[in-house]
């Protein structure tokens, strides 16, 4: 069983910054990926980033890129989401993911969420 769990949300002012963090827990051998959505009230979820052990750079949605960094404390298979210049449109909750190797789904495990509100 594999295990997720997100932390560092809470309310922040516009301009301001977070950091979040995904700690995964159990098979995490078998992980080929780990990365972030978000899902604002009335939307879908949409992807953040994400990194990918076999390589190629972190990967990020255009609406973050420049702001937001993903990184790996490659020890502890946790993962971090650091915010910066955080705007009302990034108030979202935030899931973490973790994708499997040789699964068919792109992702396989998801978190609880942590809420990320942005006020002006």
């Known amino acids: 069983q594999v295990h997720l769990v997100e932390s560092g949300g809470g309310l922040v002012q516009a301009g301001g910054s977070l950091r979040l963090s995904c700690a995964a827990s159990g098979r995490t051998f078998r992980f080929s990926a780990m990365g972030w959505f978000r899902q604002a009230p009335g939307k879908e979820r949409e992807f953040v980033a994400a990194?990918?052990?076999?390589?190629?750079?972190?990967e990020y949605a255009d609406s973050v890129k420049g702001r937001f960094t993903i990184s790996r404390d490659y020890a502890k298979t946790t993962v971090f989401l650091q915010m910066y210049s955080l705007n009302a449109e990034d108030t979202a909750v935030y899931y973490c993911?973790?994708?499997?190797?040789?699964?068919?789904?792109?992702?396989?495990?998801w978190g609880q969420g942590t809420q990320v509100t942005v006020v002006s």
């Open positions: 993911a973790a994708g499997v190797r040789g699964s068919d789904n792109p992702w396989d495990y």
């Open positions: 990194l990918r052990w076999s390589g190629g750079g972190p």
